[in-house]
């Protein structure tokens, strides 16, 4: 599965760097080196088309509220700017989703992994129904009252995740032998029963490179 780029863009060079780490910790997603400014977000958006952009409201030469409104690309808002109306104009020039400063690794990975149901939702086939869209936008705020009932898993589905021995952890070329699928479909089944809360993602750092991603059955 291909990991989703992310564009950070904030004024303050450290906090995008630590903004990106937090990106790069949660699987299915890279982050692309933070930008600073409207212009070098526009660039960038323009030259390497990220899936996602978060996005700064204060930026040394313009708002980004005012940003929001020329962007065809996803954003979610991540910002001190703690006030209703800044809130309500993101949401209604498009933001995806609004999160304010300061908040933890795990915060964001939240948002990051409803955002990956969201886009896997619709991505699932060219033309979709009613039950599709709702389930997708659930997705992107899956705590809300009057969420759609439990889904029914696919065969496949269910075999990955009868493929998980409790209290181990394992990678998805591991769960792919055994369900005797590819490692890519693995991948994403994966993803999927642990946007649902039905498996636990563990990264397991080696001595270079990005951590391999381990999955496991969420403790009793």
């Known amino acids: ?125 060219p033309s979709i129904d009613q039950d599709t869209v709702d389930r997708a936008l659930h997705a992107l705020h899956p705590g809300e009252s009057g969420a759609p009932a439990a889904r029914t898993r696919s065969a496949t589905e269910a075999a990955v995740l009868e493929a998980l021995v409790p209290e181990t952890q394992q990678s998805a070329a591991e769960v792919a032998r055994k369900v005797g699928i590819s490692r890519a479909t693995a991948q994403r089944y994966l993803s999927a029963l642990a946007d649902d809360g039905a498996v636990e993602i563990h990264l397991r750092y080696g001595s270079t490179g990005r951590p391999e991603h381990r999955y496991g059955r969420p403790g009793r």
């Open 1 to 125: 599965m291909t990991d989703f780029q992310v564009l950070i863009v904030d004024d303050d060079f450290h906090v995008g760097r630590l903004h990106a780490g937090y990106v790069d910790a949660v699987p299915g997603f890279t982050a692309l080196p933070p930008v600073g400014s409207a212009e070098q977000a526009l660039r960038t958006v323009h030259g390497q088309e990220p899936d996602l952009m978060l996005l700064d409201v204060y930026l040394p030469d313009a708002l980004g509220l005012d940003l929001l409104r020329t962007l065809d690309v996803d954003v979610i808002m991540l910002t001190a700017a703690a006030d209703a109306p800044s809130v309500r104009k993101a949401l209604r020039r498009g933001a995806l989703d609004y999160l304010i400063k300061p908040f933890t690794a795990e915060q964001l990975s939240r948002k990051l992994r409803a955002y990956a149901r969201f886009r896997r939702l619709l991505a699932e086939q």
